[in-house]
């Protein structure tokens, strides 16, 4: 699955742009929400997921909260209708607590690491995710190169999954192109998500096009 990332969309043409790629088959959008304290940029708020809910609300929003300031800002997203969040494992000492808040709150569970946290890390809330979502990238801003040590990471995370006889997808987030959708397929990722990419080269269809024929 492709999920886009709009952080490196056109923000004066966010709705030309999200239309694009659902009419080449999209149908999960990832969001990027920054606080300007877990990582140095800002990104967008709640109003910006309630827009996306209201004039799509057949595609998914993914939320990727990049902020440990959890209390204020995850009820934010998820009163805005957000239908996946993932927090980051660093962001918070009590990840039981909102991998329940969301359960309870019929939002579908993501947790994300970044590249220098120990997979070993999320290995107790596993049963709790509906997704894991490695970071190939440092987070912060689009346009990074995918860290090459993520594929290593990638192996031992889905061996890790394995062990625990679940059946979770793996998403990487960063730097992803043609070459790392492959690369990080065969190491067991399954949800991509793509920014610039897809909205910084030209057609976004095209775009689309040339990722879904590596992603099967
Ligand atoms: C980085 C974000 C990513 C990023 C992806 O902090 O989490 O989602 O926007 O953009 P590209 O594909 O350009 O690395
Ligand atoms: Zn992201």
Redesign the pocket.
């Known amino acids: 699955m492709i999920a886009p990332?709009i952080?490196?969309a056109d923000n004066m043409h966010l709705s030309r742009d999200i239309k694009a790629a659902i009419e080449s088959g999209i149908d999960r959008f990832?969001i990027?929400i920054?606080d300007g304290y877990f990582?140095p940029?800002l990104s967008y708020g709640p109003e910006l997921v309630k827009d996306f809910k209201r004039s799509f609300p057949l595609t998914e929003a993914e939320i990727?909260l990049?902020s440990n300031n959890l209390k204020i800002t995850l009820p934010l997203f998820v009163e805005a209708g957000c239908d996946l969040l993932e927090f980051h494992y660093e962001a918070t000492d009590n990840p039981s607590y909102w991998l329940k808040y969301l359960k309870d709150h019929n939002v579908r569970r993501g947790m994300a690491i970044n590249p220098s946290t120990p997979v070993q890390k999320v290995r107790p809330f596993l049963k709790d995710l509906d997704q894991v979502l490695l970071?190939t990238?440092?987070?912060?801003?689009?346009?990074?190169k995918?860290e090459e040590k993520s594929v290593e990471r990638l192996v031992e995370l889905k061996n890790m999954i394995k062990a625990e006889n679940l059946n979770l997808p793996i998403e990487v987030?960063?730097?992803?192109?043609r070459e790392t959708l492959k690369i990080s397929r065969d190491a067991g990722a399954t949800i991509f998500?793509?920014?610039?990419?897809?909205f910084?080269n030209g057609s976004i269809e095209d775009q689309v096009m040339k990722l879904k024929k590596e992603d099967k």
């Open positions: 990332s952080l490196n990832h990027d920054m990582v940029n990727h990049m970071m990238v440092k987070p912060g801003f689009g346009g990074q995918f987030d960063g730097g992803i192109d998500v793509v920014g610039s990419y897809i910084k």
